[in-house]
């Protein structure tokens, strides 16, 4: 572990003359190695609250002396005495990771001498962190606590220090405040300018600490980001604590749970896989076969004989992005990806241009027929007018049920190759793309979620739906997914691809100049 010497004020200052160990009265259980991951070590607060409240050892069982009940499992001693000023945590379910951030809190506020000193709780919602941390906040501060909120989910300690529980969903209550030490939980899933707009400001005049935790969310999250970046950071403290390793539930349990959920949640929840397949995921199983068959690679790149084919989705206020690809005998090769908002036309026309790609269809959606305000033209009609070359067409997707487009890119995504280094962004928003969840309900709407990962998993609906199938002879290979039915629905492959060729015949444009 490397350490950045960092000493936080909150309770270094009072005890850097004494071991890690004893600092706070943590004493780790004699443990051999066969039983090391068993035992939890103990925790004697006596002599450490000795300096706030009194030799605790003189007085009477009968007198008011105060205990924290709290005892941090073997795992949380190193977090617990660490250096460095910011920490991220990922534990598998039902580890405590909670608990111990809770009485990480409450262990720095007691013991710090900054005056008026604050420390935040923060889930993704305000509701969420009442659920979870409220009841083991209270808890651990209860005979101690000189104020206890319940209406700001606060409470108060008798140095003036004040811990209180907030979410990410009312940002706006944290702005302009300072903290003097944060826990971030299930971070995934909070706001994206969360900690770089609000927490780090709150963070930076008192030099207040930072501790990161959560669930395996997929890649394309701040979670993902800063759990690479603490682990080679000297300024990051960095735990991944998995199930088989932490001991805290033993291997008969262990079995059970991994009877009663899925593969891929198992993964996630219990073994802290960001490539685990989400539940509810359109692509995600499929993804993760053609990665591990090496689909996904750093070798797939153009190959400038080949034509290219573009696949836009054109966000008015959501992104705006587009799949290349090139046709082959084997299926398709995705060689590159681009994503953006709020643009015109014209910036993507010019996007297109700057690439040396020879370019053979450029696919557009129906609402790029869509005049706007500021160019009086459709996009459709700019694109016509840009010049692409000669052999280049300009197209509108024909209309195919979002469930029979989904459909069509399962069957593609088998036989599709990925440039990494180019397709990366897309390609996990593939692989996080999922159905909505009905909250009143408890089940998955049959239509998917609008979120970051939509934009591109709607793009790519309309390559799957366009690719391979006019521009060349039928590849023996490739042409077999036509023979694929539809699971669950008397209808194959084939035919829609047949009914869109039908609807294309009517939407083709020769790129012209108008």
Not at 249 to 272: G, H, P, T, Y
Not at 276 to 290: D, H, K, P, Q, R
Not at 365 to 394: C, M, N, R, V, Y
Request: charged share 25%; with cysteine; glycine share 4%.
């Amino acid at each position: 572990m490397k350490h950045s010497h960092y000493t936080d004020d909150d309770y270094n200052a009072q005890y850097h003359d004494q071991d890690p160990f004893t600092r706070f009265g943590i004493v780790p259980a004699p443990y051999t190695l066969t039983d090391s991951l068993s035992q939890y070590g103990s925790y004697d607060n006596q002599a450490d609250f000795a300096h706030t409240f009194g030799d605790t050892h003189s007085k009477s069982a009968n007198d008011d002396a105060w205990e924290m009940p709290y005892k941090p499992r073997q795992q949380m001693v190193a977090f617990h005495q660490r250096q460095e000023r910011f920490a991220f945590l990922i534990c598998h379910r039902r580890f405590g990771k909670t608990v111990a951030c809770i009485a990480e809190l409450v262990l720095r506020a007691l013991y710090t001498t900054k005056k008026n000193a604050q420390y935040a709780y923060i889930c993704p919602f305000r509701t969420q962190a009442k659920a979870v941390a409220w009841n083991y906040l209270v808890e651990m501060t209860q005979g101690i606590a000189t104020d206890v909120k319940v209406s700001e989910l606060s409470v108060t300690l008798p140095n003036g220090a004040k811990i209180w529980l907030s979410g990410s969903d009312n940002v706006n209550a944290l702005r302009g405040l300072y903290l003097d030490g944060a826990v971030i939980d299930e971070f995934a899933q909070c706001r994206p300018d969360l900690l770089e707009a609000v927490i780090m400001p709150c963070l930076v005049d008192r030099k207040g600490w930072l501790v990161i935790i959560g669930t395996a969310y997929g890649r394309l999250n701040q979670f993902f980001d800063y759990y690479e970046k603490s682990q080679t950071d000297d300024e990051w403290f960095h735990a991944d604590i998995k199930v088989y390793d932490s001991g805290v539930i033993d291997a008969e349990e262990i079995a059970r749970i991994k009877n009663a959920v899925s593969e891929a949640k198992f993964r996630q929840e219990f073994l802290n896989d960001f490539s685990a397949e989400l539940v509810g995921t359109y692509y995600a199983s499929i993804i993760n076969e053609i990665e591990q068959l090496g689909q996904i690679n750093q070798t797939t790149h153009w190959l400038p004989d080949l034509d290219v084919h573009v696949a836009f989705d054109i966000g008015r206020g959501d992104n705006t992005v587009a799949w290349f690809w090139q046709e082959h005998e084997f299926g398709i090769n995705i060689i590159d990806f681009y994503t953006n908002n709020g643009e015109q036309a014209q910036h993507y026309i010019n996007m297109l241009k700057e690439k040396t790609y020879k370019y053979k269809t450029i696919n557009l959606p129906h609402d790029a027929k869509a005049k706007t305000f500021a160019t009086h033209k459709s996009a459709l009609e700019q694109f016509i007018a840009a010049d692409f070359g000669l052999d280049a067409q300009i197209k509108i997707v024909p209309s195919l049920s979002v469930e029979d487009g989904i459909e069509a890119a399962r069957q593609m995504l088998k036989h599709t190759n990925f440039d990494y280094d180019r397709c990366y962004y897309g390609v996990e928003c593939l692989r996080v793309y999922r159905k909505k969840w009905d909250e009143l309900k408890q089940c998955f709407l049959k239509k998917p979620l609008h979120d970051y990962s939509s934009d591109a998993a709607d793009s790519f609906r309309y390559l799957a739906i366009q690719a391979n199938k006019k521009f060349l002879p039928a590849p023996t290979v490739h042409e077999s997914i036509n023979a694929s039915l539809v699971k669950n629905r008397e209808v194959s492959l084939g035919q829609l691809f047949s009914e869109r060729e039908s609807s294309m015949n009517k939407h083709s444009f020769k790129s012209r100049r108008i």
